[in-house]
């Protein structure tokens, strides 16, 4: 599928009839070669768009995945010290192949070991697999785990155009995934339309957040001029 190196629509299957964490345990190996991977010029815009606001010592990939967003805190953080947390073993290990220098922590995002110890934590393409209801968890665990003053920040895409290809397939995704979740144990939990904005400013501010958002021009407008990806930025007070 996708790549003659990326899985194949039976290894797809057996993932999406996986646990979130052993389903990406199962997908590591070949999950750069899939559309899933942050594509690189989402990487490049938040590097450029966050490069103002520093400077940053320590960065937190939140969960980090197969490491895209490393090189994004080791491309800003002066100090060079970079963790990555997930809570897939196969995950981890291919970003450890790739980032050998980097401190990487297996653990789930509900439940940060950290203390407050970072300036800097950023997320890319992970917030699907969170439940609206433990968005504010998610929010809160970050927020004890970041300096006073440090940043959480993550690109958030403009949803797609009330009756457009990508809204009808978005839509049937998530319409998927509800019925397989309530036929199939265990769950894999993974929406697109669950992390709207108003939403996430609510729920960011209950956290302890102040918020803001940037527009990446870099990566286009939309027919109406608005931005086609945000930079959300949330600073602990």
């Known amino acids: 599928m996708f790549t003659p190196q990326g899985p194949t629509a039976r290894e797809l299957t057996v993932q999406a009839l996986s646990s979130v964490e052993h389903g990406y345990d199962l997908l590591a190996a070949k999950f750069d070669a899939t559309p899933f991977r942050t594509p690189e010029p989402v990487l490049s815009a938040v590097t450029e768009a966050l490069r103002p606001l520093g400077p940053f010592d320590a960065g937190l990939d939140l969960c980090c995945g197969t490491g895209a967003g490393l090189s994004v805190l080791r491309s800003l953080c002066a100090g060079d010290r970079v963790t990555g947390v997930d809570f897939s073993a196969g995950m981890l290990a291919e970003a450890r192949r790739a980032h050998p220098k980097a401190a990487l922590v297996r653990a789930d995002a509900l439940a940060l070991p950290f203390p407050a110890a970072f300036d800097l934590a950023v997320s890319f393409g992970a917030f ?17 785990s970041l300096r006073p003053g440090g940043l959480l920040a993550f690109p958030l895409p403009a949803p797609p155009r009330v009756g457009s290809l990508p809204y009808w397939t978005l839509l049937g995704f998530d319409a ?27 729920r960011l501010a209950r956290a302890g957040f102040t918020v803001e958002t940037a527009a990446l021009d870099s990566l286009g407008r939309q027919e109406d001029g608005s931005p086609r990806c945000r930079l959300v930025v949330a600073r602990k007070a």
């Open 128 to 144: 699907g697999h969170f439940l609206p209801k433990d968005q504010l968890t998610l929010f809160r665990q970050t927020h004890a």
């Open 176 to 202: 998927a995934m509800r019925v397989r979740n309530a036929l199939w144990r265990p769950p894999f939990v993974m929406y697109y339309r669950t992390f709207r904005l108003a939403d996430v400013r609510d």
